[in-house]
């Protein structure tokens, strides 16, 4: 089912009080990964952009592509939502870059336009992978890479909907993830399971190079959700980290 109106319309209600409860942890300091907020200078995921062209799948109020802006990157930030993007233009700092209105499922821009695409609870998290990732392959330069966080299936397990937390208890199939209904309107949010992240990935034509499990200290708050025990995400991997490249 298409899930772009939905998801669109979802985003541009909650996009004032999502920036206001979030805004200050996502763009506390330059590259910080997920619900953990884990610095990539520890993760080592995304390289130097200096003078590359990157697109950011889904960019939220740009706290990524505002970062890697200012770093010498030439930067896209392609949202869905509207109200999003006016978050983002808000909050553009001395070094621009332009912001695109689409759904990661229909990139507009053309083949090999870019050298880096990536995303952190992005694009992949919010539009069908099976569409999304030949999208971000046909867009990439040959040599170009993808790099993208998104919530771990051991996460959406173990999540208690009745408590809304996450817990120790498998709570979901893990076969039965692939789609998450985010609001009675139609608004999704989307899962793999590991073999068919490997099957999206390399039917797309990318080479997967690594598969990180950032690993947050024990006492680092998770930002978004509840965790019983409060250290779940030091003791279970919470998020999967792709990077990847087109050959
Ligand atoms: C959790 S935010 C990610 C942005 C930022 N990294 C953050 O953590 O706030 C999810 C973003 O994906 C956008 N989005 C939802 N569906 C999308 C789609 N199909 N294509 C592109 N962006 C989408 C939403 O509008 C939202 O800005």
Known sequence: MDSIPANRRLWNQISSAYQHEHDPQIGAAPRLWGM????????HALGDVTGKRVLEL????????????????????????????????????AARYPLVQGAAEQLPFAADSFDLVFCDFGGLS???????????????????????????????ACYDEDGSRVTTTLQQDYFGLDTIAENDGGARSYQLTYGDWVR??????LVIDDLIEPRPEPTTPNGYNETE??????????ELLWVTHKP
């Open 36 to 43: 953990y907020s884990i610095p990539d200078v520890h993760l």
């Open 58 to 93: 889904g960019c939220g109020a740009g706290q990524w592509s505002r970062a890697l802006a200012a770093e010498g990157a030439s930067v896209v930030g392609l949202d869905l939502s509207e109200a999003q993007l006016a978050a983002a233009a808000r909050a553009m700092g």
């Open 126 to 156: 919010w539009a069908p992978a099976h569409l999304a990732v030949p999208q971000a392959a046909r867009v990439l330069r040959p040599g170009g890479r993808l790099v993208f966080n998104v919530a771990s299936p051991w996460f959406e």
């Open 200 to 205: 999206v990935l390399r039917g797309a034509g």
């Open 229 to 238: 025990p409060h250290d779940w995400a030091h003791r279970w991997p919470a």
